[in-house]
């Protein structure tokens, strides 16, 4: 059975940890189906390597100041499977998904974190993260419980000591008791600033237009902003009546004070309704969000005295009637249905339901046993990884293996060499482990990229140079998506073998042999003919072969004839 505010599990995936969210309403829909609206949290998988960098920070910060007890490197890693983190992100889910409850509580400085550990389906939060925004904020309903937090209290005076302090710099008195007024005289007075209040509202336009009845008028001057006033006005003057009197009514006019409920426009009640019914009582976020030219006293305030009137007599009677028509709980029966992970299931014939291929003798990718009651395959199928049932439960349940892989050592290696990244890969994201301790060797998950090689023809590399007017390549390379005119460069090619006929045919595709390695040093290096002939001599020019003799023949023949053009 579950019931509205309850942490529970959903499982979107068969594969995938379940989801962990908290039941906020259940409808029934129109085909009787039920749904319900949760409220999502999300664990340190969904997060990005940034932000899981941030939350160890803050878990840093809190074993310091909670002084935690020392705990082993596998605690420390089953203890990221226990945090979440709460968000106001809001979904509807069918309930027949839902797979058991667990517990979430808000963690404080009294918690032992391994005591998390010793309880199943127990988790903590203590930050909450923004899905729109990507960023992680601490809870703004922290409760503040530790040393920190206390008052200091002085040491009590010895009997006959004197307090040496000045009190007025401690405190501020703001009325007094044992004054000379007695209570009739005290409330005559209150009397007669709830009606200069009243004739203040007459005179004032703008209180006019927005309360236009009399009885509003009085009702409004004899809230508490102006009986705050008139005790206010008795203390500055000593309690003295007359004096008190010509305060309330100084030479300008009568004295008008006005609370949160008259300063506020009625467009601006309706966008703090509209914010509370968002943020419940987040303060902060309904000023930041809503009315951010209104000062956090001033909504404090107007919340308190907003609760008095009847528009808050009227939604709370609404949103009762709401809640009465909406379920208060539902009843979903325990999902005993196979998970297609299996790799075999008892009883059943060798090949079902994923079984075929796997080879025998593979341990358990979390504790390494090689005997299980049942098994589950996790991963890529090509890697053929498999859990047992102990280790498949924990990884639905907190979303992570027991013990750290090599896929953990990979990561913080990477991070501590590159600096964190602003998004986690593909395997990640997934919790899939690139890594396996098949035959005690890690292999990695990723293909390895294919190395290519571009060979240019002969006669492209003619061309470069005999077109090098049409081409013009340094200025191609800067602007790599303009088009080169190839009818030009064919043309201009088809000139000069008319011009200059090749005895020889070339053979465009000829083999080569390896790609010589690049010399990094290769710029330092004198750059001669040696070097751009392949590093052969010029010694040696008859055992050139003859597809060169004949390139290097129609390169310099078509240059000539470039510059004896030049020179004419």
């Not at 006005?258 to 601006?268: I, P, T, Y």
Request: charged share 25%; proline share 5%.
């Amino acid at each position: 059975m579950y019931r509205v505010g309850d942490y529970v599990y959903f499982e979107n995936s068969s594969s995938n940890p379940y989801l962990i969210r908290r039941i906020e309403e259940l409808n029934k829909t129109a085909n009787g189906n039920v749904e319900a609206k949760v409220v999502c949290l999300f664990r340190r998988r969904d997060i990005s390597s940034n932000l899981n960098t941030l939350a160890d920070s803050n878990a840093r910060e809190f074993e310091e100041e909670s002084k935690q007890p020392t705990l082993s490197e596998e605690h420390k890693h089953q203890l990221k499977h226990r945090e979440l983190f709460l968000s106001r992100q809001f979904e509807s889910l069918p309930a027949t998904h839902i797979r058991g409850k667990c517990n979430v509580t808000l963690l404080n400085e009294t918690d032992v974190l391994v005591n998390y550990l010793d309880k199943d389906d127990c988790f903590f939060y203590s930050l909450v993260f923004d899905p729109v925004q990507k960023t992680l904020l601490a809870d703004q309903g922290e409760i503040r419980v530790g040393s920190k937090y206390q008052a200091e209290i002085p040491d009590k005076l010895v009997e006959g000591e004197t307090d040496t302090r000045i009190q007025e710099k401690l405190e501020t008195k703001l009325w007094d008791p044992n004054n000379q007024l007695k209570d009739p005289q005290i409330d005559q007075f209150l009397v007669v600033a709830r009606a200069v209040g009243t004739f203040a509202r007459a005179l004032d336009c703008s209180s006019s237009i927005r309360q236009p009845s009399l009885h509003m008028s009085a009702a409004a001057a004899s809230r508490d902003i102006t009986l705050f006033h008139a005790m206010d006005t008795l203390q500055k003057n000593n309690y003295d009546l007359a004096s008190a009197m010509s305060t309330l009514v100084p030479q300008g006019g009568p004295v008008l004070c006005r609370d949160e409920m008259e300063e506020w426009s009625a467009s601006e009640a309706m966008l703090f309704e509209e914010a509370l019914e968002k943020y419940g009582k987040d303060f902060t976020d309904i000023r930041q969000d809503f009315l951010p030219w209104k000062s956090l006293a001033s909504v404090v305030q107007f919340y308190y005295m907003w609760k008095t009137t009847d528009r808050y007599i009227q939604q709370k009677r609404l949103k009762a009637a709401e809640a009465d028509s909406k379920l208060k709980q539902v009843y979903i029966p325990t999902y005993t249905k196979p998970n297609p992970n299996q790799i075999m299931v008892p009883g059943s014939k060798p090949g079902m339901n994923g079984a075929a291929g796997f080879q025998k003798g593979l341990n358990c990718e979390s504790c390494h046993t090689v005997q299980s009651s049942q098994w589950y395959a996790w991963g890529p199928p090509n890697m053929q990884c498999r859990l047992c049932a102990s280790c498949w439960n924990y990884w639905k349940k907190y979303g992570g293996l027991k013990t750290p892989t090599h896929l953990d050592e990979a990561k913080l290696s990477h991070f501590l060499d590159s600096g964190p990244r602003g998004h986690m890969t593909r395997q990640e994201v997934q919790g899939l482990s690139p890594f396996t301790r098949n035959e005690g060797r890690a292999k990695l998950l990723a293909k390895n990229r294919q190395t290519f090689i571009l060979q240019t023809t002969k006669l492209t590399r003619i061309a470069r140079r005999v077109c090098e007017d049409i081409l013009q390549p340094h200025r191609a390379a800067r602007r790599p998506y303009a088009s080169i005119n190839a009818n030009a460069v064919k043309a201009e090619c088809m000139y000069t073998c008319r011009m200059f006929p090749i005895s020889a045919p070339l053979k465009l595709k000829a083999t080569r042999g390896p790609p010589t390695p690049i010399n990094r040093n290769q710029a330092s290096q004198p750059r001669g003919g040696q070097s751009m002939l392949g590093k052969r001599s010029f010694d040696t020019v008859s055992s050139l072969d003859t597809e060169h003799f004949h390139f290097c023949d129609v390169i310099c023949r078509s240059s000539f004839v470039k510059t004896f053009t030049r020179f004419e």
